[in-house]
Nanobody, 118 residues
């Protein structure tokens, strides 16, 4: 059974930091690209950052320079280090994994909540 489990969310003050983890089981993680998404109240969803199977990374403009995505294939885990957090970063963060090999299967986690508030 394939599972993606996010962890590391919580309440943090503006300017603070959190590191989210997305751990996979049941797949050959090294062939998967992983994307962090976030969903705001009202269900608006946006891509935050992604890392390909070759570790090429991408960030949306609003988090570039503040967030860092990385992967540890040994532990089948993707990290999202978030610094200088802003109230606008408040959302449920979840990860999705997509195989780089056909048929490009996709899997999703359940999410972890991040609240940035004083």
């Amino acid at each position: 059974q394939v599972q993606l489990v996010e962890s590391g969310g919580g309440l943090v003050q503006p300017g603070g930091s959190l590191t989210l983890s997305c751990t996979a089981s049941g797949i050959d993680f090294s062939t998967y690209s992983v994307t962090w998404w976030r969903q705001f109240p009202g269900n608006q969803r946006e891509l935050v950052a992604s890392i390909a199977h070759d570790s090429t990374s991408y960030y949306r403009e609003s988090v570039r320079g503040r967030f860092t995505i990385s992967r540890d294939n040994t532990w089948a885990t993707i990290f999202l280090e978030m610094t200088n957090l802003k109230p606008a970063d408040t959302a449920v963060y979840f990860c999705g994994a997509r195989d780089s090999r056909p048929p490009a299967k996709e899997y999703w986690g359940q999410g972890t909540e991040v609240t940035v508030s004083s």
